[in-house]
T-cell receptor
Framework: AQSVTQLGSHVSVSEGALVLLRCNYSSSVPPYLFWYVQYPNQGLQLLLKYTSAATLVKGINGFEAEFKKSETSFHLTKPSAHMSDAAEYFCAVSYNTNAGKSTFGDGTTLTVKP | ETGVTQSPTHLIKTRGQQVTLRCSSQ?????VSWYQQALGQGPQFIFQYYREEENGRGNFPPRFSGLQFPNYSSELNVNALELDDSALYLCASSSGDRRNTGELFFGEGSRLTVL
């Protein structure tokens, strides 16, 4: 069984500030982990993925995430927030690269203040 | 390269009715997954189709059914609609073979309202 917990359903940061979105997972097997972004009235877009290679994963739009097995975490960060980063972010886990059967968290809405 | 397209984008049904949602997968992809996203929640896995066969199912009742066609497009059918079926239904395609990179490509969804 696998599950994802995203801590904080809403996060607000100022433009230029650090973005930190938290994700903790539970998986009975080595996980594959993903972060997706969803803009209003759109589908989800993959930001980055961890598939058992490097623990620090770099994605699109300047985002990165670090896989920490001891903490069962996969937090998403970006050094400097941009207004265009405002969106909903979802963390997901699957037990192999068949990401089509992923389990998603409930999402975190990121607001960026000018 | 054609992306994932879904139709219709919005629809309204009444309780007890049936609905069919359609999805065209991205060019070159043979796997389609369907998700239900209720308001304020993350997507929940309904089922996946790989080369026209169901390849895994989430915790959804049998009145949720699907099909995949030889061109890898897919349909999601929901019978005996209930109010709780109101949600955004997302289709995602991927490559289910050696080219699988673990990336899902999502359509923009079909928003179903059940009255």
């Amino acid at each position: 069984a696998q599950s994802v917990t995203q801590l904080g359903s809403h996060v607000s940061v100022s433009e230029g500030a650090l973005v930190l979105l938290r994700c903790n997972y539970s998986s009975s097997v080595p996980p594959y982990l993903f972060w997706y972004v969803q803009y209003p009235n759109q589908g989800l877009q993959l930001l980055l993925k961890y598939t058992s290679a490097a623990t620090l994963v770099k994605g699109i739009n300047g985002f990165e995430a670090e896989f920490k097995k001891s903490e069962t975490s996969f937090h998403l960060t970006k050094p400097s927030a941009h207004m265009s980063d405002a969106a909903e972010y979802f963390c997901a886990v699957s037990y192999n690269t068949n990401a089509g059967k992923s389990t998603f968290g409930d999402g975190t809405t990121l607001t960026v203040k000018p | 390269e054609t992306g994932v397209t879904q139709s219709p984008t919005h629809l309204i049904k009444t309780r007890g009715q049936q609905v069919t949602l359609r999805c065209s997968s991205q060019s070159g992809h043979n796997t389609v997954s369907w998700y239900q996203q209720a308001l304020g929640q993350g997507p929940q896995f309904i089922f996946q189709y790989y080369r026209e066969e169901e390849n895994g199912r989430g915790n959804f009742p049998p009145r949720f059914s699907g099909l995949q066609f030889p061109n890898y497009s897919s349909e999601l059918n929901v019978n005996a609609l209930e109010l709780d079926d109101s949600a955004l239904y997302l289709c995602a395609s991927s490559s289910g073979d050696r080219r699988n990179t673990g990336e899902l490509f999502f359509g923009e969804g079909s928003r179903l309202t059940v009255l």
